[in-house]
């Protein structure tokens, strides 16, 4: 299994979530499983149905979350600029296209490509890491292979 990486800030949202789900969304879910128990006959009751099954998720998401903080590595905000590294801001260019893109290298699970998170398992964040400002690095996706030139570190 490869390393769970978060930034401050990944790890920050995370403890958020945390918090709502197990001060807000855990006493909810309770609150309906006591109101569903109160209409009778549990065999045949839709809304106690729906509240165990919304309390099974709630209870994994505070689990997945707790686990994900208890094994993650905290990725400094400030890393090196030297080479492209997870908790990096990148822009590229592919020079064939004349098109620029900025991408942030973060870890799988803060990953979110349509708002320029890439994870740094990701095609295109596995090519970048390591790499120097200036370099074209070689980018193999399902699709084919292209050419992204690194003009900025962040």
């Known amino acids: 299994m490869s390393e769970i990486y978060i930034t401050l800030e990944g790890k920050k949202e995370k403890e ?8 807000v969304a855990r006493p909810e ?14 065999s045949e009751n839709s809304e106690y149905d729906a509240a165990r099954a919304e309390q099974g998720r709630v209870e994994t998401e505070i689990s997945m979350i707790e686990e994900t903080l208890r094994l993650a590595k905290i990725v400094s905000e400030v890393p090196k600029k030297d080479k492209v590294a997870v908790g990096c801001t990148v822009k590229v ?7 620029t893109e900025q ?8 990953s979110d490509p349509d708002n320029g998170l890439i994870s740094n398992e990701s095609p295109i964040g596995k090519a970048l890491i390591g790499h120097k400002k200036g370099e074209r ?7 084919g292979s292209y050419f992204l030139k690194i003009v900025s570190i962040s």
């Open 137 to 143: 690095v070689e980018i193999k996706s399902p699709n």
């Open 29 to 42: 879910v309770l609150e309906k499983l006591k109101i569903a128990r109160e209409y009778g006959d549990l």
């Open 103 to 110: 991408y942030k290298i973060v870890g799988v699970i803060e």
């Open 93 to 99: 260019e592919d020079e064939e296209l004349g098109e």
């Open 16 to 23: 958020e979530r945390l918090e709502y789900l197990k001060s």
